[in-house]
């Protein structure tokens, strides 16, 4: 097909050869699932070295907000490549950087007035982890050193990011390694009673919430939540009302909140930030992926003068944040950074986006009737499908099954890049699709799935 092909077949080759894949058992590499490489991207468009093209359906793992090889993000850094490409943020400052906190600290919601710099996703919820606990010790409560996490989330893969999520597929192996969690259970709405709300499910299961943090606001240092949608743990979501009953709750058991935007900030759930549909500022946000557009790693901690004002001190206290990164604040990611954000404010992007949601959340409906479709839920421009063995009883195929593998294989003959989390299949396209490029994505979802569930 692709990479059995003349021009693919090099590349891949030489990949095999030294190249260690993320998510990956890379022997599927060398049998079923033959490797792609890609030699230009534009728009929603990935092209391969034969010359065939794929629709980005899940913008690249959910970072291309605005399309590949953007032509005013290009120009961004094309110009700051020729001023200044990197320098050290300890003892330093540059224009992009300055100009990136403040943009941020305007956008986000009020209060979040101090913004620390970090490389990627996983950093930045480290970042949020350390500096919550830090905090604490700062304030004379020592006994504050656990957090409260929620079941099914997930929150990145270094060693403190993965104790705080609880997937078990990227937990598991590495328990004896992690700091120990209080786990309460998920919102998710999946799983609520027929008949049922999603607020007023939300709103049940909150009960859990209150009674750990009764028990436990002693020990805690914070609860950290992916807000509204569980994006690794199969795009499960929620109500806003569960985030306004955390806020209030944490802040009368004197808990910080930790939101984890990394995945649902910059437009995904239809606002710039998932929080503002429930009107809240959390302790720490924790920002990424979208961030620059997808152009080049870069995270951020946006937090409260409070937060800041309990490491600020003087040096021999040895109160300070010690935490760094030797590309902290690169000057180039910056760059693109401030780029996207421009895009949002003159583009009007999020309206657009409301329109393009409204189409996808219609062409998906009509899967709403098949036999193996248990349900379809979306919350802007995230959609998701999931199938199931039995759709009465909600009996999920066994994972073994690899049905998500079935549809992702049929995708890419027909020219489009799905990638389903177990038998979940989603839709995150970048921001530059088009009504016809998401009939497209639909329609090959719907004939995957005819495929995957036809036994």
């Known amino acids: 097909m692709t990479a059995a092909s003349s021009a693919n077949a090099a590349y891949v080759a030489r990949d095999l050869a030294h190249v260690w894949h993320p998510c990956t058992q890379m022997k599927d590499h060398e049998q079923q699932l033959p490797l792609i490489p890609i030699r230009r991207g534009a728009g929603a468009w990935l092209e391969d070295f034969d010359g065939h093209r794929y629709l980005d359906a899940i913008s690249s793992w959910w970072v291309t907000l605005f399309g590949h090889a953007n032509p005013r993000i290009n120009a961004?850094?094309?110009?700051?490549?020729?001023?200044?490409?990197?320098v050290i943020l300890a003892g330093f400052t540059h224009e992009p950087v300055i100009e990136l906190a403040e943009a941020l600290t305007s956008v986000c919601p009020k209060g979040l007035n101090r913004c620390f710099f970090a490389d990627n996703g996983s950093a930045a919820v480290e970042v949020a982890v350390k500096m919550s606990f830090h905090y604490w010790r700062n304030s004379g409560q020592s006994a504050r050193r656990r957090f409260i996490t929620l079941s099914n989330s997930y929150h990145g893969?270094?060693?403190?990011?993965?104790?705080?999520?609880?997937?078990?597929?990227?937990?598991?192996?590495?328990?004896?390694?992690?700091?120990?969690?209080?786990?309460?259970?998920s919102p998710d709405c999946y799983q609520r009673s027929a008949g049922e709300s999603w607020q007023q499910y939300s709103q049940r299961r909150f009960a859990d919430m209150e009674t750990t943090l009764a028990a436990h606001a002693h020990e805690a240092c914070a609860v950290i939540v992916e807000p509204l949608v569980q994006c690794a743990g199969g795009m499960r979501m929620y109500d806003p009302v569960y985030l306004s009953l955390l806020?209030?709750?944490?802040?009368?058991?004197?808990?910080?909140?930790?939101?984890?935007?990394?995945?649902?900030?910059?437009?995904?759930?239809?606002t710039l930030f998932a929080c503002e549909q429930a009107g809240i500022r959390p302790d720490f946000m924790c920002l990424s992926k979208g961030l620059t557009g997808g152009y080049l790693p870069l995270s951020a901690v946006l937090t409260t003068d409070e937060v800041y004002a309990a490491f600020y001190d003087e040096y021999v206290k040895l109160n300070a944040f010690l935490h760094s990164h030797s590309f902290t604040g690169n000057p180039l990611a910056c760059a693109a950074a401030l780029a996207s954000l421009s895009i949002f404010r003159e583009d009007h992007v999020l309206?657009?986006?409301?329109?393009?949601?409204?189409?996808?959340?219609?062409?998906?409906?009509?899967?709403?009737?098949?036999?193996?479709?248990?349900?379809?839920?979306?919350?802007?421009?995230?959609?998701?499908?999931?199938?199931?063995?039995?759709?009465a009883s909600r009996t999920p195929y066994p994972w073994q099954e690899r049905r998500g593998l079935i549809i992702y294989r049929h995708a890419l003959t027909r020219g489009v890049l799905l990638r389903p989390i177990g038998n979940v299949v989603y839709f995150m396209p970048p921001y530059v699709v088009t009504p016809q490029e998401i009939d497209l994505m639909v329609e090959v979802a719907r004939e995957g799935i005819e495929l995957a569930t036809c036994d």
């Open 76 to 86: 961004a850094v094309r110009a700051q490549l020729e001023k200044l490409e990197q």
């Open 157 to 185: 893969e270094t060693l403190g990011a993965l104790a705080v999520g609880n997937v078990d597929l990227y937990k598991e192996i590495y328990q004896p390694l992690l700091m120990d969690v209080i786990t309460v259970p």
């Open 247 to 270: 806020r209030e709750a944490c802040t009368r058991h004197r808990v910080h909140l930790i939101a984890d935007e990394i995945a649902v900030g910059f437009g995904r759930t239809g």
């Open 351 to 391: 309206e657009r986006n409301r329109a393009l949601a409204q189409h996808m959340g219609a062409g998906a409906a009509q899967l709403a009737d098949h036999a193996h479709v248990a349900e379809i839920r979306q919350r802007g421009m995230i959609l998701a499908i999931e199938l199931a063995a039995d759709k």
